[in-house]
């Protein structure tokens, strides 16, 4: 079993900035992709960014350039710093986890952008 604990979203204005953290405790697999996932009112949950333990990143087109995602191994930790934010960005941002043909998720925290 994986735990993942995320923290940092809020309320922001505009063209704000957020810092995402992601915390992931339990059986660890050093080899492994961890990532950020959102969903808003009425729509699919969607991929933002992914970074697999060897450093390969996928950002989604919507985020590239104003998103960006990293990782301390050494801590099991996952960010997503998310900078020029947009009102349709507005979601439940979702970590998760995947390695050995299992993914799990955290409970989600709500990224909110006001025009």
């Known amino acids: 079993q994986v735990q993942l604990v995320e923290s940092g979203g809020g309320l922001v204005q505009d063209g704000g900035s957020l810092r995402l953290s992601c915390v992931a405790s339990?059986?660890?697999?050093?080899?492994?992709?961890m990532g950020w996932y959102r969903q808003a009112p009425g729509k699919q949950r969607e991929l933002v960014a992914t970074?697999?333990?060897?450093?390969?990143?996928d950002h989604a087109d919507s985020v590239k350039g104003r998103f960006a995602i990293s990782r301390e191994n050494a801590k099991n930790t996952v960010y997503l710093q998310m900078n020029s934010l947009k009102p349709e960005d507005t979601a439940v941002y979702y970590c998760?986890?995947?390695?050995?043909?299992?993914?799990?998720w955290g409970q989600g925290t709500q990224v909110t952008v006001s025009s």
């Open positions: 998760n986890y995947r390695a050995n043909y299992r993914s799990y």
């Open positions: 339990g059986s660890i697999f050093s080899i492994n992709t």
């Open positions: 970074l697999t333990s060897g450093g390969i990143t």
